[in-house]
Every structure is written in structure tokens, then in C-alpha cells.
């Protein structure tokens, strides 16, 4: 899978947007943005995910660049329970392989 | 909402020991995972396994290593010879389908942390 590159971690006040991003210079066609994020002490849960057009989902938004080499989820009122560490992996659908490959991701601080 | 089960939530062992960690994905899933995360690292992927047979694995999933799907609703990660180094969170996952379809999200359980001492 091609590498992802995210800030180590970001802060952001409690009820506000919250956006955060990655860069995937090298991504391929066929790599689909995949986000996860864990809580403190749990398994990771999946977040969101696309190709090329922009995602929306119960619990946040996936913004894509048009060349594709960057993305940003976008959480848009962060709640203390967002306070967690985001993924953001990249999964080639090419039958290569079904593994996750998680990074550092971005530890997200929410404050009251 | 279906969930991913993981028993025990925490396994202490001495060295050497074997132990069996066990999994119950969700009842539809055909894909399963068995990933670490020691602590304070990155989450580590070990193993995955469809059709009853493995379908991928790291370098960390030696020997020392194996998975079972002994009936229907159970998967399981045996480590034969716990090592010091093997302490971690232990997470499973499944999935509906693999990375070639849309549906391949991976719902992962709450681990099951190994201390071994």
C-alpha cells in the first residue's frame, strides 16, 4: 500500500469543526482512502472511506483532493468522544492483499 | 448492532506457555483478521484467513504462531511458546468481503491484552 503521511497530533475546542488531514503523494488509481480511528483502549473502528468524489456518512465527511493526493476528514462538531487517534490508510483494489496497514495517525485532543 | 467478541479481555501467562486467544466475528463475515498493537506502537497486522485456510501473513506470525476456525462462529490465535516480546493488545477483525469489494470494512473487537511474564 502507498504511504500516508499525517500530523502526530491536533487539537480542536469541543463543538467545533474539526479537520484533519493526509497526504498520499503516491497514490495509485486503484487505492481506495480508507479512515479509522481508536478510541483510548479499544479496537480500531472504522471512520469513513472513497475513491475520488467527496463522502458523507452519520459520522463525518471525506474531502478529496482532485489529483487525489491529499484528503481531509472533516468531523463537524467534535464531541469529547472523538478525542482519539485517526488513521488514514490507503487499500488498493487490486486483490493484493485484505490487510490494514496503520500508520501513527493523528492523536486528536478535544477540549471542553 | 452486531459486534466483533473478544475472551478473555486480559490473558496473564508465564514464558513459554501456550495460550489461545478467542474470537467471535460478526455471524455473516467471511473474512478474518488477527492483528497486535504493543504498547504505545502502531497497530500491527498478523494474520488473515478465508475459505479455512490463510490467506495472508506478516513476518510476525511465525511458527510460534497459528489460527483455527473450529466451528462455525469461533477463530482463534494459538501462540505456542509465549516470549516476553509477545506481550500486546491482541485485536480480531472480520469483514464481509475482501479489498476488492466496496463492503470491505473491518470491524474489529475490544482485544484481548496478553501479559506475559
Known amino acids: 500500500d502507498a504511504k500516508t503521511t499525517q500530523p502526530n497530533s491536533m487539537e480542536s475546542n469541543e463543538e467545533e469543526p474539526v479537520h484533519l488531514p493526509c497526504n498520499h503523494s503516491?497514490?495509485?488509481?486503484?487505492?481506495?482512502i480508507h479512515w479509522y480511528r481508536q478510541l483510548p483502549s479499544q479496537g480500531p473502528e472504522y471512520v469513513i472511506h472513497?475513491?475520488?468524489s467527496n463522502v458523507n456518512n452519520r459520522m463525518a465527511s471525506l474531502a478529496i483532493a482532485e489529483d487525489r493526493k491529499s484528503s481531509t476528514l472533516i468531523l463537524h462538531r467534535a464531541t469529547l468522544r472523538d478525542a482519539a487517534v485517526y488513521y488514514c490508510?490507503?487499500?488498493?483494489?487490486?486483490?493484493?492483499?485484505?490487510?490494514?496497514?496503520f500508520g501513527g495517525g493523528t492523536r486528536l485532543m478535544v477540549k471542553p | 448492532e452486531p459486534e466483533v467478541t473478544q475472551t478473555p479481555s486480559h490473558q496473564v501467562t508465564q514464558m513459554g506457555q501456550e495460550v489461545i486467544l478467542r474470537c467471535v466475528p460478526i455471524?455473516?463475515?467471511?473474512?478474518f483478521y488477527w492483528y497486535r498493537q504493543i504498547l504505545g506502537q502502531k497497530v500491527e497486522f498478523l494474520v488473515s484467513?478465508?475459505?479455512?485456510?490463510?490467506?495472508?501473513k506478516s513476518e510476525i506470525f511465525d511458527d510460534q504462531f497459528s489460527v483455527e476456525r473450529p466451528d462455525g462462529s469461533n477463530f482463534t490465535l494459538k501462540i505456542r511458546s509465549t516470549k516476553l516480546e509477545d506481550s500486546a493488545m491482541y485485536f480480531c477483525?472480520?469483514?464481509?468481503?475482501?479489498?476488492?469489494?466496496?463492503?470491505?470494512?473491518?470491524?474489529f473487537g475490544p482485544g484481548t491484552r496478553l501479559t506475559v511474564l
Open positions: 455471524s455473516n463475515h467471511l473474512y
Open positions: 490508510i490507503l487499500r488498493r483494489n487490486n486483490n493484493a492483499g485484505n490487510m490494514l496497514t
Open positions: 484467513f478465508y475459505n479455512n485456510e490463510i490467506s495472508e
Open positions: 503516491t497514490i495509485s488509481g486503484t487505492d481506495y
Open positions: 472513497g475513491l475520488t
Open positions: 477483525a472480520s469483514s464481509l468481503a475482501g479489498v476488492t469489494s466496496y463492503t470491505d470494512t473491518q470491524y
